[in-house]
């Protein structure tokens, strides 16, 4: 089955710094890849998303971009503000009969003031 | 208003107590998932459905249920709740398939004593 690693799991970085999370995937058919952005006490939200037929995508400050080959992808936030702080968490599927998604065990960002 | 709904919110309850935690969406979405987090460990997926009365297995099933008799609705059935199914579940769907964006409900935080 797939298999997705996530770090760092704490990343701490100065306000308008940039902050970067790094995922690995295992399973070559994966080719879903979203980021959830947990507030404390909140639910997931999408934030971002790419296909594997993509090698990077951008909205506003933040960006993605996927590897095939290596298997990995990673979020990049530009200008970090405090309301930037927040769990990460990146996933991955896949099409077909069996739809399972997989979640790395999520990054906790901390923008310091 | 688009959203995931479950209830209840929190639940306290003892070993053996059996427990039904509830999940619907007004979306007319047609894939609909739970998922448990774990301080450290994430989001893992129990069970996913693809559609009426098409549900499958995720990557920690054991000592969960699941129905999908409507598209609405998915509830996530604990027949005999232990210790270590004390969580904090989510309830997430996406319009067709997993490779989508998924929606998230607010959780639902038990504690089995």
């Known amino acids: 089955g797939e298999n997705v690693e996530q770090h760092p799991s704490t990343l701490s970085v100065q306000e308008g710094d940039s902050a970067v999370i790094k995922c690995t995937y295992s399973?070559?058919?994966?080719?879903?890849f979203p980021w959830y952005k947990q507030e404390l006490g909140k639910r997931p939200q999408l934030i971002i998303d790419?296909?594997?037929?993509?090698g990077e995508k951008k909205d506003q400050r933040i960006a993605v971009t996927l590897n095939k080959t290596a298997k990995h992808f990673s979020l990049h936030i530009t200008e970090t503000q405090p309301e930037d702080s927040a769990v990460y968490f990146c996933?991955?599927?896949?099409?077909?009969?069996?739809?399972?998604?997989?979640f790395g065990t999520g990054t906790k960002l901390q923008v310091i003031p | 208003e688009a959203q995931v709904t479950q209830n209840p919110r929190y639940l306290i309850t003892v070993t053996g107590k059996k427990l039904t935690v509830t999940c619907s969406q007004n979306?007319?979405?047609?894939?609909m998932s739970w998922y448990r987090q774990d301080p450290g460990l994430g989001l893992r997926q129990i069970y996913y459905?693809?559609?009426?009365?098409?549900?499958d297995k995720g990557d920690v099933p054991e000592g969960y249920k699941v129905s999908r008799k409507e598209k609405r609705n998915f509830p996530l059935i604990l027949e005999s709740p232990s210790p270590n199914q004390t969580s904090l579940y989510f309830c997430?769907?996406?319009?067709?398939?997993?490779?989508?964006?998924?929606?998230f409900g607010d959780g639902t935080r038990l504690s089995i004593l």
């Open positions: 399973d070559s058919a994966s080719n879903y």
């Open positions: 790419i296909r594997s037929n993509v």
């Open positions: 459905s693809m559609n009426v009365e098409v549900t």
């Open positions: 979306m007319n979405h047609e894939y």
């Open positions: 996933a991955a599927s896949r099409p077909g009969g069996y739809q399972k998604v997989t």
């Open positions: 997430a769907s996406s319009l067709r398939t997993g490779v989508q964006p998924q929606h």
